[in-house]
């Protein structure tokens, strides 16, 4: 009687969990690394809020997340960048009709050290500096000493917009110094007078002396109204207009009060 | 009675046995994932261009796979903090075994091999919040992130294993030998240059080559310290990148099984031989010019 009873039991969990887990959404979102962040926080968040819903997060790229979104492996696709003309043909060859949602803004400010006399840099004069053509601070109207350059390492995606905005895809000269995060970069040109270095909006503090870019001083207002010139959208890509769990999740990123404040906290410009 | 006594003695031998293989097939499992990872990128870059390319970006269009300065900033790193290291590390070590009264000896010796137990990572923090302005001001040196740094920071890191395998060298040393040469008139510091160290070198040797095998392979400092820029270093105040600061630094956010990563581990394979050339010089050292009683010498 008694293993009789542990032996319904057993099946009533069973159908229970197995009831559960088809009922319960899953959401697979894939792509950029720059959006990694943002996705990750605002997928806590809201998986707090909707405790039935499962979400899986990986990387692997801008074009993974494409690839991802085209062939419907993934529910939502993060790019750093806009869907390229061949992805749309592929796309609409395989029946599919990319729906971008611009959820952020990225922002990178060229910093130095606070006793630096130098307020605004040319876009050409960055990329020269960091192509190692000008070696000297006095080049710029500065005291003559020697340029330190720091930059990151070339996976990161702050990186990738520095080459994208700034390099115009020509490469980084190999005497730049290379740090491994936004943080170690502060670290760095807050001990050193002649360094020059970049990071994204959220790390500038009293330590670092921002730039003015061409005249234009990166702030969360100069990147929204499009006049400060290293920055870029980033984008999450569903296959179709997006409906159920994928429709939440896109709204709650763009709620002002819930995503879009998390957006901030992960060290990106919210749209609003 | 006997039979089980036998029984229970083999299997303690299988048991063992067990515990002992347990290493060497972890090890093993972690050499074929290292080449199966690394192999790859051969087929894209030949084996001479990729260790003497003097470019690496791994993610531009088209990428370069040239490792060449990241192999000699290792090398250099780990020469310079051997030669700040292995004075200090040796003559620390014939102090306490030969100089040092007993109860100074065990004061000082904890304090050396504490130094062992400071986290690498703080050890960097130092170097980067610490020395590294220092540098700057004392030289006048446009960056204090550099070899030099690096290479200071090594230093502290292996002195501790040098000093400590080292001193148990020459602690080692018979005293029949130390006798007889004070008996023939020798003073204590030709004693321990003449006889204790040559006596005791097998043992000093290993302690070198294990202190500079920690320092090559050694990550968080020269990620931290080293300034990470890939070009062949021409003074020792000029920033370099060595292998594991490269691996460290771009490993979390390469695409998995693409050509950087496949690169990457390529570039692990690579320092693997290094370190594995280490302690086999130094198992053969140790096993070559053993000192065996005190007629050999």
Known sequence: MKKNSYFITAILLTIFFMTNIAMAGNLVIKGSTTVLPIAQQVAEAYMIDHPDVKISISGGGSGNGMKAVIDGTTDIGNASRFIKSKEIELALERGAYPVPFRIAYDCIIPVVHPSNTIDNITLENLKAIYEGKIKNWNELGGPDRKIVVISRDTSSGTYEVWEDKVMNKERVYPGALLQA??????????????????????????SLKALKVNGVEGSEATTLNGTYPISRPLFMFTRNWPIGDTLNFINFILNPQKGQKLVKSSGFVPLY | MAIRRQLKEQWMRVFFFCFALASILILSMIVVFLFMEGLPIFSKVSVKDFLLGIYWYPTSDPPDFGILPLIIASLSVTFFSALLSIPLGVMTAVYLAEIAGRRLREVIKPIVELLAALPSVVIGFFGMVVVSPFLQDFFGLSTGLNLFNAALMLAFMSIPTICSLSEDAIYSVPVELKEASLALGATHLETIFRVILPASISGIATAVILGMSR?????????????????????IFDPVRPLPASIAAEMAEAPFRGDHYYALFATGIVLFFFTFLFNILADYISHKYRQVGAATL
Do not use: D, F, H, R
């Open chain 2, 215 to 235: 320092a090559i392979g050694e990550t968080m400092v020269v990620l931290m310290v080293a300034g990470g820029a890939a070009m062949i270093p021409t003074s």
């Open chain 1, 181 to 206: 995060s936004n943080g170690a970069v502060v670290q760095a040109i807050s001990k050193n007078q002649n360094a020059v270095g970049y990071v994204g909006i959220a790390y500038l503090n009293e």
